[in-house]
T-cell receptor, first 116, second 110 residues
Framework: NAGVMQNPRHLVRRRGQEARLRCSPV?????VYWYRQLPEEGLKFMVY????????ESGMPKERFSAEFPKEGPSILRIQQVVRGDSAAYFC??????????????FGSGTQLSVL | RKEVEQDPGPFNVPEGATVAFNCTYS??????FFWYRQDCRKEPKLLMS???SGNEDGRFTAQLNRASQYISLLIRDSKLSDSATYLC???????????FGAGTQVVVTP
C-alpha cells in the first residue's frame, strides 16, 4: 500500500528554466495539497486540488506557478522561469474523500528544488 | 505577526528527562490542532491531534488552551529517537489547509 509518491526527490535547475514536480497520492485519495518549505521556515500552503479542479490556490504566487491534478495521472506543480528564491522543499499531501477526515494529511517525501 | 509561532529551540534534553514547549496561534477561528514531527526536513509525520480536553498518547501529552490560544506538547521519559523538530499545526477550515509553525527543535542527549 504505497503512500504519497513524489518525484524527483532532488531537482536542480538553472535560473530561467522550468521545474515540474510530480505527486501521486495514496491510492484512492482524491484530494491533493502542495506545500512549500523555505529554509528555516515552516511549511506554507500553496494549493488544494481535487481531480480536475483547483479548489483553493490562495497560497500560490500569482505568476510562474501552476498546478493541476488531471483525471488520470499524478498531480503536477509547475514552476516556469525559476529564480533562486524558488529553492525550497516542496511537499505534496493527500487525503481521502471522507467528510471530516480531510485534515488527516499523508505527506510525500518532498522534492528539494535547487536553483543555481 | 506569524499565524503560528513556536520557540525554535533547540531544547537540549538528557535522555529520560521531561521536556515541554508551547506554540501560540493568532486565528481565534482555528478549529483543529495537531503536532507533527519532522526529521531533517523530511516529510512531516502526524504525531497527535490536540483536543480541547487534552490528550495523551504514550509518553506524549498535548494540551489546548483556546482562551489564550496556545497549544503545548510534553514529552516524558525522553528517548534519543525523540530528537526531531516538532511542528505545531493549526487548521482553520474544514479541509487540509493547514498552518504550520516553523518548528521547535528537540535534541535528546545520552
Amino acid at each position: 500500500n504505497a503512500g504519497v509518491m513524489q518525484n524527483p526527490r532532488h531537482l536542480v535547475r538553472r535560473r530561467g528554466q522550468e521545474a515540474r514536480l510530480r505527486c501521486s497520492p495514496v491510492k484512492g485519495h482524491s484530494h491533493v495539497y502542495w506545500y512549500r518549505q523555505l529554509p528555516e521556515e515552516g511549511l506554507k500552503f500553496m494549493v488544494y486540488l481535487q481531480k480536475e479542479n483547483i479548489i483553493d490556490e490562495s497560497g500560490m504566487p500569482k505568476e510562474r506557478f501552476s498546478a493541476e491534478f488531471p483525471k488520470e495521472g499524478p498531480s503536477i506543480l509547475r514552476i516556469q522561469q525559476v529564480v533562486r528564491g524558488d529553492s525550497a522543499a516542496y511537499f505534496c499531501a493527500s487525503s481521502p474523500l471522507v467528510q471530516g477526515s480531510n485534515e488527516k494529511l499523508f505527506f510525500g517525501s518532498g522534492t528539494q528544488l535547487s536553483v543555481l | 505577526r506569524k499565524e503560528v509561532e513556536q520557540d525554535p529551540g533547540p531544547f537540549n534534553v538528557p535522555e529520560g528527562a521531561t521536556v515541554a514547549f508551547n506554540c501560540t496561534y493568532s486565528n481565534s477561528a482555528s478549529q483543529s490542532f495537531f503536532w507533527y514531527r519532522q526529521d531533517c526536513r523530511k516529510e512531516p509525520k502526524l504525531l497527535m491531534s490536540v483536543y480541547s480536553s487534552g490528550n495523551e498518547d504514550g509518553r506524549f501529552t498535548a494540551q489546548l488552551n483556546r482562551a489564550s490560544q496556545y497549544i503545548s506538547l510534553l514529552i516524558r521519559d525522553s528517548k534519543l529517537s525523540d530528537s526531531a523538530t516538532y511542528l505545531c499545526v493549526v487548521n482553520i477550515g474544514s479541509w487540509g489547509k493547514l498552518q504550520f509553525g516553523a518548528g521547535t527543535q528537540v535534541v535528546v542527549t545520552p
